[in-house]
Every structure is written in C-alpha cells, then in structure tokens.
C-alpha cells in the first residue's frame, strides 16, 4: 500500500508539470482577465524554465505595473530590452512605471530618444514635458508641448500638461484658457480649482468664483478650495462669507497657511485683533520667511497701537521686497506716526517713483 502510495504522488507531481507553451497560454488569459496576480505567478515559473522568452519579461513587467509593483516591472522590462533594445513599446512602458513611481528624471531618459525620433507622437511629448515640468523645467516642457497644440485642439491630456507648464513659467492668462478647457472637458474638480487660483492670480475676481463654485459643485472635499473660496470673497467685500469659508479651510488642514494669513486679515478689518493675531502668528510659524505674513502682522500691530513693533516688521519685508508699493505707502504713514518725518519723506518719494515706474507699459503690476 505503502509503494502504490508513493506511486501515485509521483505520477501526480508529473502531471502537474506544466510545458512553458502551457504556462505561457495559462498566464496570458490571466493578464487578460485582469487576473494579474495569477499572471505574475505564471509568468515567473515560465521565465525559470525559459529565461530566454522575451515576451514573458515583457508581459510580466506588465502585471506587475498593474500591480503598482513597479521596481519589479522594471526590472522585467529591461531583461526584455536587453534582447530587444528597439523594441519602442516596451521602451515607453520602461517610461510608464519610472512615471507611475514619481521617479520623473528617469522616465525623462527613456521618453527622450523616443520623442526624437517620433515628435508628433503626442502621447511620447505629454508624457515627456508632464516629466520636465515635474522636474521645474517648465520652459523645455512648453517648446515640446505647445507646437502639438494647435493639431490636437481636443486632446485634454495634452491641454492639461502645458496649461500646467504655462501657469508654473508664469504665462498664467494662457495657462488658464487651457486649464479651464480640462475643467469643463473633464468635470474636474482638481483643474477648476487650478482655475480659479490662476484666476485670482490674474485679478479676475468674478472668474475665480465661477471656477471656485464649479469646483465645489463636484467635490466640495477638496483640499484647497474652502481657501481659495475665502480668498475670493475677502477681495469681493463678502468678509462675514470668507471666515466661514477660511474656518471650514482649517477645520480640514489646520496648517494651511494661506487660510490662517488670509483669515488674519479678514478678522484684522473686522476688529478681531486678538483671533487676527492669533492666525497670523500661526502663518508665521509656517513661513517664517513670507513677507506677507510679516506685513499682515505689522498691520495688526499698527492697529493695536504697537507702532514700533510695527516699523520693526515693515521694515523687514522693506528689506525682503524693496519694490512692494503698497508697503513703502503704509510705511510712509507709520513713519510720520511715530515723528520721523525724513523716513516718511523718504518713503514717499519711493512711493513717487515706484508708481511712475509701474505707469510704464512695460511695468510688471504691483501688488
């Protein structure tokens, strides 16, 4: 009984051995079935009997991309490249999973001969100037992108890549009319709150608030947008709207610095000098650098009647941002408060000169 045990152990072992034609066929309806777990496994019994089968590296860097294993797909697609090195699909998903690991230069490496040789293969330069401008090359992303543009007018991936790059290289009116084309496209949340920050970047208040209320219409979770809402209706004169917004904001992220230093000034104006202070330290604390937040802090000095402290402080940010118009104004006024006439006197000629400089058409706009 013993041996005809044995026996049948054995013959069953045999029969579980599977053909590398076998493996191959079981793994590819695995992949196919979105079964990729499956797939990785049989793939890998496949490449221990034939390391030699090219296809079998490639589709097992596929699964395991899916998998969001990554490091592993790699591997699997260069072991696939060194027998193929032409092989331009597979190069571009050796690009694809140093992409999906955020690891952008390398992904910039692969994608780079291939744009090369095919620069009107849209996908390759989104791919490669979404790279560049991870990287803050915004300026090599815009000449790879937007000469594609005007032969892809509805291609949403390629509107969204250059809008971003356009509003990060500071071209934030064309950056926008591409962002809000995504937004509509798409209904997404994400590119109208891009927007509307871009909007208000660009003083279109109003438009802001259009791209603001579309976004909150889908997905009022956002992180950033309570913010960006309050933004907008402190310059619209809505300030009681704004503290509810900006609350909501730090309610969510208690450490979202544009929230604490706009919600700050909000309350500065509506005499709450004490929570004014209170969130303006807190946006210090954050950024200890912004001068901003130190100019909003001299504000609320001023109104506490502490004016030396606030000299003190806007003569920091003097120091930071020389060119600031409305500072050297505030400045000016403080001067004379605490009877130091030639400082004031001072101040206003600066004030004089910055003002017939940004009367110039070629003046960057002031603050």
């Known amino acids: 009984m013993r041996c005809a045990a044995l026996l049948l152990l054995a013959c069953t072992a045999i029969a579980q051995v599977s053909t590398p034609e076998q493996l191959f066929r079981e793994a590819v309806d695995a992949q196919r079935r979105g079964d990729d777990a499956t797939a990785v ?8 009997l ?3 089968i090219v296809e079998a590296h490639a589709n ?9 294993r990554f490091d592993e797909a790699i591997v699997q697609y260069r072991a696939a490249l060194a027998k193929v090195p032409n092989n331009t699909g597979l190069r571009l998903n ?13 992904a910039a490496r692969e994608l780079k001969p291939l744009h090369d040789t095919t620069p009107a293969d849209v996908r390759v330069a989104t791919l490669l100037g979404e790279c560049y401008a991870r990287q803050g090359n915004n300026a090599e992303a815009i000449a790879i992108l937007a000469p594609l543009e005007a032969a892809h007018p509805d291609d949403l991936d390629l509107a969204w ?8 290289q500071g071209r934030l009116a064309e950056g926008l009319a591409g962002v809000e084309k995504v937004a509509a496209g798409r209904d997404s949340a994400e590119a109208w709150l891009l927007a509307g920050d871009t909007a208000f970047r660009l003083n279109f208040y109003e438009r802001a608030q259009k791209d603001a209320d579309a976004a909150m219409h889908i997905n009022p979770r956002l992180p950033g947008l309570y913010t960006l809402q309050g933004k907008v209706l402190q310059v619209l004169g809505d300030d009681q709207a704004a503290i509810v917004a900006l609350k909501k904001a730090l309610d969510a992220d208690p450490n979202d610095f544009e929230a604490h230093l706009t919600l700050g000034a909000v309350l500065n104006v509506e005499r709450d000098t004490g929570g004014a202070k209170q969130h303006v330290e807190r946006a210090l604390q954050l950024r200890p650098s912004s001068p901003l937040a130190r100019f909003e802090m001299a504000r609320i000095e001023r109104t506490l009647g502490q004016l030396d402290a606030a000299v003190r402080d806007m003569e920091k940010v003097e120091h930071d941002d020389p060119a600031w118009l409305q500072l050297h104004v505030e400045l000016a006024a403080l ?3 605490v009877q130091r006439p030639e400082d ?3 101040e206003r000629a600066i004030v004089d000169r910055l003002t017939a400089e940004q009367q110039q058409p070629t003046a960057a706009p002031s603050r």
């Open 41 to 48: 496994h049989k793939y890998q019994d496949l490449i221990k």
């Open 50 to 52: 034939r390391p030699d």
């Open 60 to 68: 097992l860097g596929a699964a395991l991309a899916h998998l969001g």
């Open 94 to 106: 050796l690009a694809l999973a140093y992409y999906k690991k955020d690891d952008f230069p390398s």
């Open 161 to 168: 890549a250059l809008g971003q790059a356009l509003i990060q």
């Open 335 to 337: 001067y004379y408060r």
């Open 344 to 346: 004031g006197a001072r």
